[in-house]
């Protein structure tokens, strides 16, 4: 029978798979930060194996530590700058994708902010290639466009 | 726990595609689409995009408009809710014309201390009188033709000018938008001097709807060693202006500042009943609307040589009293050279911009913190000795349009 997560001495914590089978260990309290899980705690209950068929472990430790964090109220600025201080683009991008899956709501936002602040001065082209989107203008409707927006394109980094 | 759906991974790029409108989450881990075909909630959807997108700076958004006709869409869309109410604020630009012949000017972005250079369609010179509102800017020049723009997307409108208006010695232009439905309401203060009198003005208040289109001219009256100007602003449905006292009877003061109710129905008394004084001999007097309250920028002049300034102040109007919200510091005031120099300021929301004439220098003082900043030096470098700068301040808005 599963027991309701109430205010014990001892911290619970939850098991987590992966996508691609690997088990992590959550804080009970921790994992009430991420309403996916929390729901499927609730459906499930919290001495199972909590599956996540979209994250997987790649970035779901990472997310964890995020979590770790946060319930100890340690969540600084700096530390964020830190937690993504060594990722690129596209790492930024899954974590943001599983953060949503999750409904990791903190997370989520503080990475929405962070692939805006590396976008800010990226180029069209390259947001087109991050985001995976065809360009579906003709070339006349985007020389237009170009033209009436000629002042906020000046200033864009050079695509690595 | 059976799970009997299959899940398709979209990490690779290859494999991603465009998608449909997906509903939000009540599942977790499961949509269907229209077709019944089990989707992974993994790829970048509308509501997604408008998240990251909210985060980016004008210029960016204004940019990512380009990126496909989805994006445009989004980025257009009546729902797309730049700014999220966890992120600070935008604070309004300031446009500044950079040549008195040119339709060129910059405009200074103060939240990422970046200016651009912005040109403005139809502007022939910097000789305009200007209001703006909730991203639109109406400009009216000395010929009282009237013209609706938003200088981000340059989507621009001529508009009906009232009838009689170009035979005004002053006209002042105020106007307020309604931000749920986007309409507006033009104010004209117009002031002509009765000939064969010259102590007495005639004046006229001239009101534009834009759901309507048409002109109301809700109030003339004569007025006695006064006239009005070219400053006036909206604030809460309320046009304030100001009035110069031009001789001719006695009075106390130089300027007064009138109140009239726009919005109401309600038949006011006399403006010239409605004078409130202001709180001292001022000069370079500017009004503008902070959060709908109107705060009133000015030069404080000498009480014995009234055309010198021996500071600068910020007042906001409670009621019919002012108070003085804070004075320049000196080392600011020295910045802007001679103090009998002639300067402009215009502010919105929270801050105020203050620009000498004589030089491109822009000083802004936000009225939330109480602080003074110089702005990042304007590109433009004065060119001959007479040269004037003047400006506007404006909110970047890309969803409106005249």
Redesign the interface.
């Known amino acids: 029978m599963a027991q309701e997560a109430s205010s014990s001495t001892s911290s619970k914590t939850i098991s987590l798979k992966t996508?691609d089978g690997e088990i992590f260990e959550i804080e009970a309290s921790a994992a009430k930060q991420m309403k996916?899980v929390q729901?499927?705690i609730d459906d499930?209950g919290d001495d199972?194996t909590i599956?996540?068929?979209?994250v997987f472990s790649k970035e779901l430790p990472k997310i964890i530590e995020y979590y770790k964090k946060d319930i100890t109220g340690e969540i600084t600025k700096d530390f964020e700058a830190e937690f993504v201080k060594d990722l690129n683009d596209d790492e930024v991008k899954?974590l943001?994708?599983?953060a949503?899956?999750l409904?990791a709501n903190k997370l989520?936002?503080f990475l929405?902010?962070n692939?805006?602040?590396r976008?800010?001065?990226k180029s069209?082209e390259y947001?087109?290639k991050y985001?995976?989107?065809?360009?579906?203008?003709t070339p006349e409707e985007?020389s237009k466009?170009?033209e009436?927006?000629a002042?906020?394109?000046?200033?864009?980094k050079e695509d690595e | 726990m059976a799970d009997e759906t299959s899940w398709i991974s979209h990490y690779d790029d290859d494999t991603r595609k465009e998608t449909q409108d997906i509903d939000s989450l009540s599942e977790p881990g499961e949509e269907v689409d229209k077709d019944g075909t089990v989707i992974s909630l993994d790829i970048m959807t509308d509501d997604l995009l408008d998240r990251i997108l909210a985060y980016l700076p004008v210029e960016s958004i204004f940019r990512a408009s380009s990126v496909s006709k989805r994006w445009f869409s989004i980025v257009t869309s009546e729902s797309f809710s730049w700014n999220p109410s966890n992120s600070p604020p935008q604070k309004p630009w300031y446009f500044m014309f950079t040549s008195s012949d040119e339709p060129t000017g910059c405009a200074y972005d103060p939240n990422l201390r970046k200016w651009y250079c912005i040109e403005l369609p139809f502007i022939g010179t910097s000789n305009w009188i200007i209001s703006s509102s909730y991203g639109l800017v109406c400009f009216m020049d000395s010929s009282r033709v009237l013209y609706m723009c938003n200088p981000i997307t340059k989507r621009c409108k001529k508009l009906q000018e009232p009838y009689g208006l170009r035979f005004s010695d002053y006209g002042a232009l105020a106007m307020s938008v309604d931000k749920e439905s986007h309409s507006y309401i033009l104010a004209i203060v117009k002031s002509k001097q009765v000939p064969e009198n010259f102590s007495q003005w005639d004046i006229s208040i001239h009101v534009y709807k834009s759901e309507e289109e048409t002109w109301a001219t809700p109030l003339t009256e004569v007025l006695i060693g006064w006239r009005g100007g070219e400053e006036s602003v909206i604030c809460n449905g309320v046009l304030y202006f100001l009035v110069y006292f031009t001789g001719g009877v006695p009075s106390e003061s130089r300027h007064a500042l009138v109140a009239y109710n726009v919005s109401g129905r309600a038949s006011q008394a006399s403006l010239r009943r409605s004078f409130i004084s202001v709180p001292c001999s001022l000069t370079c007097g500017r009004l503008m609307n902070m959060k709908e309250k109107l705060v009133m920028v000015g030069g404080i002049g000498k009480h014995d040589r009234p055309d010198i300034i021996k500071g600068i102040g910020i007042w906001v109007l409670h009621d019919r009293k002012w108070e003085e919200i804070v004075r320049m510091p000196h080392k600011y005031f020295q910045g802007f050279g001679e103090f009998d120099e002639v300067f402009a300021s215009s502010g919105k929301d929270d801050l105020i911009y203050i620009q000498s004439y004589g030089s491109p220098a822009l000083l802004t003082f936000d009225m939330k913190v109480k602080q003074w900043k110089w702005s990042q030096k304007c590109p433009v470098t004065k060119r001959f000795p007479l040269q004037l700068f003047s400006g506007f301040c404006f909110e970047p808005r890309l969803k409106i349009a005249p």
């Open positions: 996508g996916t729901r499927l499930l199972i599956p996540l068929h979209n899954v943001f994708l599983a949503n899956y409904d989520f936002e929405s902010q692939i805006a602040d976008l800010e001065s069209v947001v087109r985001f995976g989107v065809e360009n579906d203008f985007e466009l170009r009436e927006r002042w906020s394109f000046r200033g864009i």
